[in-house]
């Protein structure tokens, strides 16, 4: 991929996608972002719309995309992805990995343009290997109330494969872990943004389980330098890109209540069903082949982060729904 051809995001009024617009425009592409605006938002490609070469155009990867002339790489991030809105949105979810997958591939082949899958660290499922290699097959209750997303992901990944090797595109699979920073939804029931909300309003910090369950937590400007990174390389993956640094929720909620300088409590609640128990980046190869790690410490980017959300409108935290993801 050189730097002025046009990418298309799918997804990228999300979280993730909305950063990966920002930065490809920075490199001097056009971007195309397709969005159905499910979990995704106006505000956050707001500011891009009055680029000239920034297309906002609503639609849903579930149905075939088509687009009028050329593109040089299709990035599809296109999926509910907090289990707050994959475990309310099942079929979707399946939908978005496997039909969705399957239309940002067409497009792919047809424009002969290089394609990045943002696929997850849930194809590891609750690992029995750690931390978690790319050879790692992964320990996936296939019916569990998670499938819908770790499946969907799985197959993503088998599909993508099958269109390297069967139709030569030039795909790539990033296997993303967890991601946090400013843009996220305070609402969206992920720890980070669920954890610094609580502390900022005072109500006591929700842990599931014994709250000794890891997590690896990227900051959201590191994950799209390794997903550029991918991009622009030679190589097809699939290849990790998070943080190595393993902290158990525990850990997290007290760093962000010193962070944020909240004096809430930590409780407990019941663990919730298939959570891992461990999560953290085998990141030797994307170091080997992309000369990636990343470089924010989890102070700076959580007190970004708390500020970003400081600014936000207060919405209605969906508690309940709150996983350790
Ligand atoms: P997000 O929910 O903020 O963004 C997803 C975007 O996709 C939203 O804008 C949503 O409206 C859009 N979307 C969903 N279904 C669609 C469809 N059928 N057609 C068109 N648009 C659709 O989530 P995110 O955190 O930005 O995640 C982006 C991608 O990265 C996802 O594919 C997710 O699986 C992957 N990922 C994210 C993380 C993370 O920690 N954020 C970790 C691993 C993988």
Not at 220 to 237: A, M, Q
């Amino acid at each position: 991929m050189n730097n002025s051809g046009t990418v298309v995001v799918a997804g990228g009024a999300g979280f993730l996608g909305s950063h990966l617009c920002r930065r490809l425009l920075a490199d001097g592409h056009g971007v195309v972002c397709v969005d159905n605006m499910s979990t995704g938002r106006l505000s956050n490609v707001e500011d891009l719309t009055a680029s000239r070469d920034f297309r906002l155009i609503h639609g849903d990867v579930v149905e075939p995309i088509d687009l009028h002339g050329d593109v040089e790489a299709v990035c599809h991030l296109a999926s509910p992805a907090s289990p707050q809105a994959y475990l309310a949105h099942p079929v979707e979810t399946l939908l978005a990995g496997s039909a969705g997958t399957r239309h940002s591939l067409e497009l792919a082949r047809k424009k002969q343009a290089c394609y990045l899958l943002a696929s997850t660290s849930e194809v590891y499922g609750d690992p029995q290997i750690h931390p978690q290699p790319e050879h790692y097959w992964g320990h996936v209750n296939p019916i569990g109330p998670r499938s819908v997303y770790d499946e969907a992901k799985r197959f993503a990944e088998a599909l993508t494969t099958a269109y390297l090797h069967t139709h030569g595109v030039d795909t790539k699979i990033a296997r993303i872990f967890n991601t946090y920073g400013p843009g996220m939804r305070a609402d969206d029931g992920r720890i980070v943004s669920t954890f610094i909300r609580q502390a900022m309003e005072g109500e006591p910090i929700t842990v599931h389980g014994d709250g000794r369950q890891t997590r690896s937590l990227c900051y959201v400007e590191d994950t799209v330098e390794g997903l550029v990174r991918l991009l622009r390389s030679p190589h097809h993956g699939p290849v990790n890109i998070g943080n190595p640094r393993e902290l158990s929720v525990r850990r997290i909620a007290e760093m962000i209540r010193e962070v944020t300088g909240s004096r809430s409590s930590i409780v407990s609640l019941p663990r919730m069903v298939d959570d891992p128990q461990v999560r953290c980046p085998d990141i030797g190869l994307a170091f080997d082949i992309l000369g990636w790690a990343p470089s924010t410490t989890l102070e700076q980017g959580l007190r970004i982060t708390a500020d970003h959300l400081a600014r936000e409108p207060a919405p209605q935290l969906a508690a309940a729904a709150t996983s350790q993801s």
